[in-house]
Structure formats: structure tokens, C-alpha cells
């Protein structure tokens, strides 16, 4: 169902709240690891674009996902890296704002022999 604002100029004067502003020098990041759909949705976090790729692995990314049973068979140097669309590899020295990462940008990763509860 369409909601329809009866103000015609409600877009116009509030404006989205989720712009790179409203974090306070922060970026929202989206993470995903695919194939393991233990976890339904992406991971959302706000970080400083100046944070270290590493930094994002090791004290983000890797702590989030722990709990699932793969995590600790993870080898992040095989690793395969997808960011906003195009798969690379990241520097893991350089900031998240020098591997193209943007206010809400989505890094996906999948981690080759690891599948998840499928076993697949």
C-alpha cells in the first residue's frame, strides 16, 4: 500500500535523514558473507572512511561473524572481495575511502570452501 503524504511538500522539507552527515564523520558500511544465510540480512556499521581495510576485517568483520560455526575456519587471504558491485582485492594498509569505499557501500565476501549450513 502507497503512503501519500498530505503535505505535498513533506519530501521537500524534511529531506532523507540518512545522508553521510548524519554520521558524524562517519560512513555506513554494509557487510555481507555470502553463502551463509545464518545470517539473514547485511551487517550495518558506521566507520571512519580513514579505518584501515585490515582494521575493518580484524575488529569488525571477524567479530560479527564469529558466532556462526565457519567463522573460525575462515583464511581471509583467500578471501574473495566484492565491493559495490565489482569484485577486487582490497589493500588490507590502505583506508576503506582508498579500497572505494562510500557512504553505503556493500562489501560482499565469500569464503572459498566454506558454505555455510548447506555444506554445498
Avoid: Q
Amino acid at each position: 500500500m502507497a503512503v501519500i503524504a498530505i503535505d505535498k511538500d513533506y519530501a521537500a522539507k524534511t529531506g532523507p535523514r540518512d545522508t553521510r552527515e548524519s554520521y558524524h564523520g562517519n560512513i555506513m558500511v554494509y557487510v555481507h558473507w555470502e553463502e551463509h544465510l545464518f545470517f539473514c540480512a547485511t551487517l550495518a556499521f558506521p566507520l571512519p572512511p580513514a579505518m584501515p581495510f585490515g582494521a575493518l576485517v580484524s575488529e569488525v568483520i571477524a567479530p560479527h561473524y564469529a558466532a556462526h560455526p565457519d567463522a573460525a575456519h575462515i583464511n581471509w587471504s583467500n578471501v574473495e572481495w566484492m565491493i559495490n558491485g565489482e569484485k577486487t582485492k582490497p589493500d588490507f594498509n590502505a583506508s576503506l575511502e582508498a579500497n572505494g569505499i562510500d557512504h553505503k557501500s556493500l562489501i560482499r565476501f565469500w569464503t572459498p570452501g566454506l558454505h555455510g549450513e548447506t555444506g554445498h
